[in-house]
């Protein structure tokens, strides 16, 4: 029942192990009870509801709220992957209360979504320290006036499409992660009012800044520079872009912000204008940095993990002497 490349480490019964479950059936194998499990990946939902037979009358409280279960992991369950946003999601999470080490739950899609109330109907652990969910589910949580517990210090958003981050979606949690699989939009208004977050961390294929004032913009245009982009003209970019940043960041409570992507833009509304970051050849990797108006950016790629044409730009909040 349980997979294969796990079942050698089950010995001695005493230790912590992660479990990935692959198949549904495997929830209700009574080797789990038996186990100590440090962190437990539920198996994948299928994409649609027509896909679902084995999941049908499966109870999983009955594994997650059963006695022996909490008594052999209840100490030491620290992170519990896939959940699915669904009813039996739902049920999952109404446990969780009873494991006091859980610190990380990541939710994942399901066809049965019941959206943004999953988080209203559930009261997550006070140990929690990351939460990951889809961008759709968090999005609908907040419009329904949902409120990170107080111990949340990390929360990922995920989507395969686009996603946009204005200033009723930033999370008032130390660090906010956002993860697009095509188009990520930043409203610098959302950078300007945000509160609580002290980092946020965009990834995506292309990265758009939006902004209200027409000034940044043509500030970034009228900056010289010829190609090939050399490191002299690179530095002059770096700090233009800085100083657009330097306005929405200076009063706000995020003093890093770090953006992967292919291709930074940064538009502005009133105007429909468009400036790019135009970077240097990728022949050879780099990195750059560059201190001004009270910020200092860190230009380097390519990023591990990443395609050879994505490049990441942090920006920090300098400390003052």
Do not use: N
């Amino acid at each position: 029942m349980i997979a294969q490349a796990v079942l050698p480490a089950f010995c001695p019964l005493q230790a912590c192990l992660p479990l990935r479950l692959d198949k549904p059936e495997q929830l209700r194998c009574p080797l789990l009870s038996s186990l100590r499990c440090s962190q437990l990946s539920l198996p994948l939902m299928p994409r649609s509801l027509s896909d679902m037979p084995s999941w049908d009358g499966l109870d999983a409280s009955s594994l997650f709220c059963g006695a022996a279960f909490r008594h052999r992991s209840g100490s030491c369950l620290t992170a519990l992957l896939r959940v699915p946003a669904d009813k039996l999601g739902c049920s999952i999470l109404e446990c969780c209360s009873r494991f006091p080490a859980l610190r990380r739950i990541s939710l994942a899609d399901a066809p049965g979504a019941v959206g943004g109330e999953l988080l209203l109907d559930v009261r997550l652990p006070s140990s929690l320290h990351t939460l990951e969910l889809p961008t759709a589910l968090y999005w609908s949580a907040r419009t329904l006036g949902w409120q990170p517990p107080s111990s949340l210090q990390r929360l990922v958003q995920r989507s395969t499409h686009d996603l946009t981050i204005g200033h009723t979606t930033l999370c008032p949690c130390a660090e906010h992660v956002a993860w697009a699989g095509r188009t990520s939009t930043v409203h610098t208004s959302a950078l300007q009012s945000a509160v609580g977050c002290r980092r946020l961390e965009v990834s995506a294929k292309w990265v758009v800044l939006s902004s209200h004032e027409p000034g940044h913009v043509g500030a970034l245009l009228e900056t010289p520079w010829t190609a090939p982009l050399q490191p002299l003209h690179l530095d002059t970019v770096l700090e233009a872009w800085l100083g657009v940043l330097a306005s929405a960041m200076g009063s706000s409570s995020i003093a890093s912000l770090e953006l992967t992507t292919r291709e930074l833009s940064l538009y502005s509304q009133p105007c429909s204008r468009i400036a790019r970051l135009p970077l240097p050849c990728w022949q050879q990797p780099g990195e750059q940095r560059v201190a001004a108006h009270g910020l200092e950016a860190r230009l380097r790629w390519p990023v591990a993990g990443q395609g050879p044409a994505c490049f990441a730009l942090t920006v920090t909040k300098q400390i003052a002497a």
